[in-house]
């Protein structure tokens, strides 16, 4: 099999579990690192044993030609990073949030599509293996036609500590954290036609919200309730699970806290542990997130073998950011909004 050569550009807090994941992947290899902060890039670049290190990512890409490149910086450097790749005609990976405005989230897909170079956004929740367990119960058909579900995430998490700059946006948990879940609801009940959504700031000590809820109508007639909280205090905090809850024609689903999954279906009840395995380099609770970090990896593997587009194609992410937008819009207009007008 054909050994990858991959480069990674953002050496922070998230980066170090892609580069984990990067070495538990078969068939890759990252040959170089780069980060505009020296300390940072000096840190990965020891614990992964990586020699070549860049302060530049232009210098980079042209000095090593990567096979790929990893972009694991945060969102304002995006566009920049992923046209670079596009001039460069270098395969790419941009982390979430994709882009600052739909603008340039289409900007970047689109460069991309003209230069001819696969694009995918690291949107990884769909890829952490309970989410893809209800996906598989929903296709085989395990309770009927779903026809109400709600996804939700709710935490009284520190987060602020490890990612400090959350804690300065205008926007906060729609734009960080309703993504992935706005994603999940998208990659498991289909498109959506229209969305309505509140919000609130119960934490004084950050700019942006911290708490919303929002309504959504899919296309084949679907209601979800999409509900995100950081100012959740439970006695025993489940971050960061996603839970859900699904109606189907035939039967119910509901993964609850602790990764239980129940179906009770015409076939009768399910009832499964779904726990992710803790990678030898995991630690709880950020367990599943970094196991679904290299499941995501994995999936680009395959689709850069295989010539796929990859699940969270540049193109596919791109009706994800328009439900958050979507969302501001709602929240800031108290009007529902439909998804055609954004
Ligand atoms: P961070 O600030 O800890 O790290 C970003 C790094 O990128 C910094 O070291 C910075 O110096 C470097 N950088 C920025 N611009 C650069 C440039 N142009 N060239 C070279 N280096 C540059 O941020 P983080 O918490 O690691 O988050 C990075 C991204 O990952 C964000 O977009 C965040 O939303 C995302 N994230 C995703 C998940 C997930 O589960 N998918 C989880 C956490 C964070
Ligand atoms: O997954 C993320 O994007 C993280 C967190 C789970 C903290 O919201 O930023």
């Known amino acids: 099999m054909m050994s990858y050569r991959g480069a990674l550009i953002g050496c922070g807090f998230f980066a170090i579990n892609q580069l ?58 995006h566009r920049p990073l992923v046209e670079l790749a596009a001039r460069m005609g270098i395969p790419v990976i941009c ?39 209800v996906k598989a119960r929903l296709d085989a058909g395990a309770i009927g036609r779903p026809f109400w579900a709600r996804v939700s995430f709710r935490s009284g998490f520190d ?18 954290l309703g993504i992935h879940i706005l994603d999940i609801a998208r990659f498991l009940f289909g498109e959506v036609t229209r969305l309505s ?11 942006g919200e911290d708490v919303a809820t929002m309504l959504l109508d899919h296309e084949d007639g679907l209601s979800s309730v999409v509900d995100c909280s950081y100012a959740t205090r439970l006695p025993v905090d489940p971050f960061p ?29 399910e009832e499964v542990d779904l726990s992710p395995p803790l990678l030898p380099w995991a630690s709880r609770p950020w367990h599943n997130i970094q196991e679904s970090v290299l499941a995501i990896q994995r999936h680009w593997l395959h689709c850069l073998r295989n010539g796929e587009e990859p699940s969270t194609s540049g193109r596919d992410n791109i009706a994800t950011m328009a439900l958050v937008e979507a969302a501001y819009a709602s929240a800031a207009s108290h009007r529902t909004i439909e998804m055609a007008s954004i």
């Open 20 to 77: 984990h994941a990067w070495r538990d992947a078969e068939g890759v290899d990252i040959v170089a690192l780069c980060d505009r902060d020296p300390e940072r890039l000096a840190q990965a670049g020891d614990l992964f044993g990586i020699d070549k290190r860049y302060g530049d990512a232009e210098r980079m890409l042209e000095a090593e030609k990567p096979d790929f490149v990893d972009i694991a910086t945060t969102v304002a450097s």
């Open 95 to 133: 982390q979430k949030p994709f882009a600052l405005s739909m603008a340039d989230a289409r900007a970047m897909v689109e460069a991309c599509r003209v230069a001819g170079v696969p694009l995918m956004v690291h949107e990884n929740f769909r890829w952490q293996s309970a989410i893809q367990a």
């Open 159 to 176: 987060v602020f500590s490890g990612q400090p700059y959350l804690a300065e946006g205008k926007r906060f948990i729609i734009e960080d």
């Open 197 to 207: 959504a509140r919000t609130q700031r119960v934490n004084p000590a950050i700019k």
């Open 241 to 269: 699970e996603t839970l859900i809850e699904i109606d189907g024609s035939t039967g119910t689903l509901r993964l609850g806290a602790g990764y239980r999954l129940v179906v009770n279906g015409a076939g009768g009840r």
